[in-house]
């Protein structure tokens, strides 16, 4: 298959670095200094993942250096950014083209919905971690899962998106599909909401956010929160109740990441916008429109919002 990457910062970079050192024809698209760098000198993986250098890379700045169809599109750029990159990648692809979407948050599988239909938008749930150190470097920094790969409508069948799940499996990034997709990413915004904005406000790696009990109560209360409001969506979470997810955070899947820094936090050291608005945020504006009561996700919304401004 013809890859495209849609937004080549770490994710984005482990995904097509990894499959493209495979042999499998990929193609970058970025607007910065990392994407310049692998125009310039290809590209580097390191961390829990080994060495790899992958070069020379096909890496443009921007689409106007696009010509031809894709077969799979990776999106991997910022959720507030999704509906207007899916609208630039539509000379691009053909009538069997996927668009994967390999993103934080909620609202982006309807981004892409929009522009190509729920017969060719594919949802994934990642729960490693990357950054990038330097331009032209990206490292893999935890591992917590697989990755899963799904059709939110079950409109894609699964033989459809088999061969991107064999090809990632291939490049030795772990991954599975689903059924149940949905349920899969609720799942990953437990997480990231719980644990992103806390590490970001807080200016430490996840691990450090076990040591105060007054931060675990409200780690604790803004899971409480989207249990209810996924149960007013009708979305039907791979857990026993908030208290059962509450323990597998604390006990199985902060462990492994205690030593990430949040993708926020990253951010906003950057000066750039946050993903806040698909992760509590998004779950404050579900509550208001459902009726629940979401004053912990609220909270930390409007606290990142100022951290943004400051930045």
């Known amino acids: 298959m013809k890859y495209l990457v849609m937004g080549?910062?770490?994710?984005?970079?482990?995904?097509?670095?990894?499959?493209?050192?495979?042999?499998?024809?990929?193609?970058?698209?970025?607007?910065?200094?990392?994407?310049?760098?692998?125009?310039?000198?290809?590209?580097?993986?390191?961390?829990?993942?080994?060495?790899?250098?992958?070069?020379?890379?096909?890496?443009c700045y921007g689409t106007a250096g696009l010509s031809g169809t894709f077969d799979a599109v990776l999106l991997s750029v910022k959720s507030y950014l999704s509906a207007t990159v899916?609208?630039?990648?539509?000379?691009?692809?053909?009538?069997?083209?996927?668009?994967?979407s390999i993103q934080n948050g909620l609202g982006n599988w309807e981004a892409i919905a929009n522009a190509v239909g729920w017969d060719r938008t594919v949802g994934a749930r990642i729960i490693f971690?990357?950054?990038?150190?330097?331009?032209?470097?990206?490292?893999?920094?935890?591992?917590?899962?697989?990755?899963?790969?799904?059709?939110?409508?079950?409109?894609?069948?699964?033989?459809?998106?088999?061969?991107?799940c064999d090809d990632l499996n291939d490049a030795g990034i772990p991954t599975e599909i689903t059924a149940n997709i949905a349920a899969a990413l609720w799942g990953k915004v437990l997480y990231n909401s719980a644990l992103n904005p806390l590490g970001a406000i807080l200016n430490v790696p996840y691990g450090r956010l076990r040591d105060v009990p007054e931060v675990l109560a409200v780690m604790r209360r803004i899971i409480?929160?989207?249990?209810?409001?996924?149960?007013?969506?009708?979305?039907?979470?791979?857990?026993?109740?908030?208290?059962d997810y509450y323990r597998f955070l604390i006990e199985k899947q902060l462990p492994p990441t205690a030593k990430?820094?949040?993708s926020m936090l990253q951010d906003m050291?950057?000066?750039?916008?946050?993903?806040?608005?698909?992760?509590?945020?998004?779950?404050?504006?579900y509550g208001r429109e459902l009726g629940v009561p979401t004053p912990a996700n609220d909270v930390v919304t409007a606290i990142i919002k100022g951290l943004e401004s400051k930045a």
């Open 129 to 164: 971690g990357a950054e990038i150190v330097e331009p032209g470097t990206a490292k893999v920094t935890v591992y917590a899962d697989k990755v899963l790969l799904g059709s939110p409508s079950g409109d894609v069948p699964p033989e459809r998106i088999q061969g991107f």
């Open 260 to 262: 990430h820094r949040a």
């Open 269 to 285: 050291e950057l000066g750039r916008r946050t993903e806040i608005d698909a992760l509590n945020g998004a779950i404050s504006r």
């Open 8 to 59: 080549a910062g770490a994710l984005g970079s482990i995904f097509g670095g990894l499959l493209a050192e495979r042999g499998h024809d990929v193609t970058f698209v970025g607007l910065d200094d990392h994407l310049k760098a692998m125009q310039d000198k290809g590209l580097r993986i390191t961390g829990i993942w080994g060495d790899h250098t992958i070069e020379p890379v096909t890496a």
């Open 86 to 100: 899916v609208r630039q990648i539509l000379p691009f692809i053909h009538p069997h083209t996927l668009v994967y």
């Open 224 to 243: 409480e929160e989207i249990f209810a409001v996924a149960e007013a969506k009708n979305i039907a979470l791979d857990y026993g109740g908030a208290d």
